[in-house]
């Protein structure tokens, strides 16, 4: 790759990286979606990419993020640890942060057997209880409504009315249920953010922290479509039922509508990514058949 053709992006990671004697001449982009990771031998560089048009300082999650990613390794639980050399940063601010990361081999083909991810997100969340830094109380819904307000006029006026439905039924879900009480969150815990490595499932990407009911995680993950979401809430110890669930189902629904039309907006017309956030905006907008 020629200096020329390095997109910027990429070559602020590869400058921060330099800083530190991380050695760059072999970059190997491991995602480049809603942010771009980029691994550079031992050490994983991770910068906004999508991200950095949701969140007025993108830096300030990727903060949480190694904060809280360090809380849990150094309880035992089952994630991918910052890295320590280099230090994990965040390094630079906004969309420009960099931070770094532990590379873990792992098998990516690898489908892992439901009980096993209800198994390792309860450790993560036993361990996530007794996080003592400060997180979000309004994550999604806050989120969903930045969503909102950048697609504009692209979306019907329906979505906006459906998520001040949606987040008020969440906030009054009923139940004593530990999953319905607030805590630390992964925030995105659904299969694409599970490695299966030789030490085990770890959990990754935890930029989507924020301090609300387990009940959020266990709803990204019922709608899960790398394997079978429903079989892996179920065996999630004390999971709440589906009455309870059913908000937090529904808003991460509509999250994952107005995502999908986000990352479409810079993507070329006829392109895959816009045709599936106009058939995600089309499912969503069709009545469920009842008369089954």
Do not use: K
């Not at 008020?168 to 530990?178: D, L, S, T, W």
């Amino acid at each position: 790759m020629s200096a020329r053709s390095v997109p910027p992006r990429l070559a602020a990671v590869l400058d921060t990286a330099r800083r530190f004697g991380v050695r760059t001449d072999e970059p190997e982009i491991l995602a480049s979606g809603s942010n771009l990771l980029v691994r550079l031998g031992d050490v994983v560089a991770r910068t906004p990419g999508a991200t950095a048009s949701l969140r007025s300082d993108p830096g300030a999650a990727l903060a949480r993020e190694v904060r809280l990613a360090g809380f849990l390794a150094r309880a035992g639980a089952p994630v991918v640890p910052p890295s320590s050399d280099p230090p994990p940063g965040p390094h630079g601010a906004g969309g420009d942060a960099v931070t770094f990361w532990r590379y873990v081999r792992h098998d990516r083909s690898a489908v892992p057997a439901p009980a096993e991810v209800a198994y390792t997100l309860e450790q993560v969340h036993a361990a996530a209880r007794g996080y003592p830094g400060d997180l979000p109380s309004d994550g999604p819904v806050a989120e969903a409504r930045q969503l909102l307000h950048l697609l504009g006029d692209d979306v019907p006026d329906g979505l906006r009315t459906d998520l001040d439905r949606l987040a008020r039924a969440a906030a009054e879900a009923p139940g004593r249920n530990q999953a319905l009480h607030g805590q630390a969150l992964h925030g995105d815990a659904h299969p694409g953010n599970l490695l299966t490595t030789p030490r085990g499932l770890l959990w990754t990407d935890f930029e989507d922290t924020w301090f609300g009911p387990v009940a959020w995680d266990l709803a990204v993950l019922r709608r899960t479509s790398l394997l079978d979401g429903a079989a892996a809430v179920a065996a999630y110890p004390d999971a709440p039922d589906s009455d309870a669930l059913a908000p937090f189902i529904a808003l991460r629904r509509l999250y994952g509508v107005c995502w999908r039309m986000l990352l479409a907006r810079g993507s070329p017309t006829g392109s895959q990514e816009r045709r599936r956030a106009r058939e995600a905006l089309a499912a969503y907008l069709t009545p469920p058949d009842t008369s089954r």
